[in-house]
């Protein structure tokens, strides 16, 4: 949970899941591979026919490949293996980034979609320097870590190399079965080994325990006796509840709600050590159960006043204002703490996006109906918001001068009532008075 990451706060549109995810899918991801004046092209007109003595085909090359929307989208080649049955060059598999796209739609591709005619040779060192890193050991990669930072290496220090390895992880598990859902995943996440090449991975929605196969999970379900989250409901509100989950008390629920995250967070790293957290895990309820729609975790003592580490929400669930609903819940437990929270960095573009939305709302609404001066410290106070990040979001909405030493609000209504507009709906609201919960420390 070191490195939050709220890019699946629902609001974003980007649901890959749903099919029409061409045009919001692009952003930075690629640039891994665009940045670089270094790669020389040698482009080829050669007919497929001469390309199949090319074959298999080397990581690291550009390609015209048919994507689900059936048409083409250049691609470069991650990674390959050998397809399943006999070994002949046109039987490999390519895992291919597509290079107009996010990274989450990242995936493995059989030859018969790529159009041979466009392959492109790509002499691209940083390619190379890839391919090599992924057959590297991890014992390998860590004495080259200590090495390149000894040498002071610019362009190959360590937090390049382990960008270079996670651009290069290859997504390891495409599918799970979640309740009534099959939902593609995004992003690789570290089960253990056993599991790693198994298209489909079966998740108990309730204990979250995983299978490999159909029938394991339907001998689970008859054993299981959990209709919901294990821990104490802290929250209910119509069909709404949250359930708290103490990570040392709840220990392989937390690990599994942490391999079922990283399918759907990119930059989170997996901690292990579920015990220092709380998990606060959303769920629709009716009569079969309580559903997970979504989570966040949070550190239970946190130095630097977190008080969120990770946010998902499931794909299935996007766009619902769940998203916003746990941003909120997070605010509301600071509250009752009495403490000032603010999510852990680093932020992802879509979740700063998701949290300057709720800041803007929530201040915003508070200058529009307060007579007279306010300070950033009432307004903290007030909100639990640390000063920080309302400097920073009155900063951005331009709301703010320094003048004499100090920070004025300049608070015109039309101008508020502008951005509270363009900063869109709020989502599902938090009510109060269906929380019930005592801070952790006071459990004692
Ligand atoms: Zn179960």
Redesign the pocket.
């Known amino acids: 949970m070191g490195s939050m990451e709220a890019s699946t706060a629902p609001e974003n549109g980007s649901s890959a899941a749903g099919g029409g995810a061409g045009g919001t899918a692009c952003n930075g991801a690629g640039a891994a591979s665009n940045g670089g004046g270094m790669e020389r092209r040698l482009r080829s007109s050669a007919a497929s026919a001469s390309w199949a003595a090319h074959l298999p085909l080397e990581v690291g090359t550009r390609v015209m490949c048919r994507w689900r929307d059936q048409k083409l989208h250049p691609v470069k080649v991650i990674e390959r293996r050998k397809g399943s049955a006999c070994s002949s060059p046109a039987d490999y598999e390519y895992y291919v980034h597509y290079t107009e796209f996010n990274r989450r739609l990242d995936e493995w591709v059989k030859l018969d979609q790529l159009d041979l005619d466009t392959v492109e040779t790509v002499v691209d060192e940083k390619v190379e320097d890839k391919a090599t890193s992924l057959k590297m050991t991890r014992h390998q990669k860590r004495k080259i870590d200590e090495t390149h930072v000894e040498q002071g290496h610019e362009e190959l220090d360590a937090a390049s190399l382990r960008e270079h390895e996670e651009f290069t992880k290859v997504k390891n598990i495409a599918k799970i079965e979640l309740g009534r859902y099959e939902i593609d995943t995004w992003y690789f996440s570290p089960f253990p080994p056993e599991y790693n090449d198994c298209p489909k991975l079966f998740f108990?929605e309730?204990?979250l325990?995983f299978m490999k196969r159909k029938e394991q999970l339907q001998r689970?379900?008859k054993k299981?006796d959990?209709k919901h989250p294990p821990g104490d409901e802290i929250y209910r509100s119509g069909t709404l509840s949250m359930f708290e989950v103490d990570g040392k008390k709840n220990k392989v629920y937390g690990q599994n709600l942490c391999y079922l995250a990283k399918l759907f967070l990119d930059h989170k790293t997996l901690y292990y050590d579920v015990d220092l957290f709380l998990f606060y895990v959303l769920c629709e309820c009716d009569d079969r159960g309580c559903h997970m729609v979504g989570y966040f975790s949070k550190e239970k003592h946190s130095e630097e006043s977190y008080n969120l580490a990770c946010i998902l929400t499931l794909p299935p669930y996007q766009r619902k204002g769940y998203g916003k609903f746990l941003i909120a819940f997070s605010y509301e437990l600071s509250k009752k703490e009495g403490k000032v929270g603010t999510p852990e960095r680093p932020l992802s573009d879509l979740g700063l996006l998701s949290y300057r939305g709720y800041w803007t709302r929530v201040l915003l609404e508070i200058l529009k109906k307060h007579k007279g001066n306010i300070s950033i410290k009432e307004l903290s106070d007030m909100t639990a918001i640390k000063a920080d990040d309302i400097l920073s979001t009155l900063q951005s909405l331009d709301l703010i001068q320094y003048r004499k030493g100090q920070h004025v609000i300049c608070a015109d209504p039309k101008v508020l009532d502008r951005h509270l507009k363009a900063a869109g709906r709020g989502g599902l609201d938090v009510d109060v008075s269906k929380l019930i919960w005592t801070p952790y420390k006071e459990q004692g």
């Open positions: 108990c309730f204990c325990n689970h379900m299981c959990l």
